[in-house]
């Protein structure tokens, strides 16, 4: 059974920073592209940052770019995302998808998340 567990949230006072982890388990990792997802409570669940399947290629929401960097390694079916300069409209849980498309079939698998805060 596919399994993608989110960690490295928490509480961070603006300006902080947290590096969120995404461990992947019962798939071929590197036949996905890997994206971090987020919602805030009323808000739509919005993209935040996606990495191509062997890291080449990333691409970011504009509200953070140059903020936030996203990395993986599949020798360990691991992607991160360094997130700096964290403001409290960061706040969100934090989700990461792992898709595919193959054969003109989608493969999507999601994560249960993690909640990150940023107050002072």
């Known amino acids: 059974q596919v399994q993608l567990v989110e960690s490295g949230g928490g509480l961070v006072q603006p300006g902080g920073s947290l590096r969120l982890s995404c461990a992947a388990s019962a798939l071929t990792f590197s036949a996905y592209v890997i994206n971090w997802y987020r919602q805030a409570p009323g808000k739509e669940r919005e993209l935040v940052a996606g990495i191509s399947r062997v890291g080449e290629s990333t691409n970011y929401a504009d509200s953070v770019k140059d903020r936030f960097t996203i990395s993986r390694d599949n020798a360990k079916n691991t992607v991160y995302l360094q997130m700096n300069s964290l403001k409290p409209e960061d706040t969100a849980v934090y989700l990461c998808?792992?898709?595919?498309?193959?054969?003109?079939?989608?493969?999507?698998?999601w994560g249960q998340g993690t909640q990150v805060t940023v107050s002072s």
């Open positions: 998808n792992a898709h595919r498309t193959s054969w003109a079939r989608t493969y999507d698998y």
